[in-house]
């Protein structure tokens, strides 16, 4: 596989929009992955995530979150640098994600961020994804 980060967040999608309680992910997941994965828990946009062992192998789980009327919580998960067509930004030229209601992932020196952290210690970086 090519882009374990763009499989990761079609999982997620795909799961959201067939609305499973939780997606399987492959296994093993890097560094990476489990960074935004513990970002999408701190931004309350999963309930979680879980590393399973079957069989000797690693499975890993998101718990996927839904609103009281049974929506989606993700409504837009998109991958923006891949790995053909890196895309970077500077602190100063951030812009809100659909008028403040989602977030970027953004890779820093300090680790991953979300752009209101990254905006707030001055930091630019690689775009990972955004989240609505």
Not at 49 to 76: A, C, G, R
């Amino acid at each position: 596989m090519k882009d374990i980060v763009s499989d990761m967040l079609t999982r997620i999608r795909n799961g959201q929009k067939a609305f499973l309680l939780e997606a399987d992910l492959f296994s093993p997941l890097p560094n990476l992955c489990i960074n935004i994965l513990v970002v999408l828990q701190q931004e309350g946009f999963i309930r979680g995530f879980k590393k399973v062992i079957i069989e000797d192998k690693e499975h890993f789980f998101v718990l996927l979150k839904y609103t009281e009327f049974q929506n989606p919580i993700i409504k837009k998960i998109k991958r923006v640098s891949k790995p053909g067509h890196r895309v970077f930004i500077k602190s100063k030229h951030f812009w809100k994600v659909f008028n403040g209601k989602g977030i970027f992932i953004i890779s820093t020196s300090q680790g991953l961020l979300t752009d209101l952290q990254a905006r707030r210690l001055n930091l630019g970086g690689e775009i990972i994804c955004y989240i609505e």
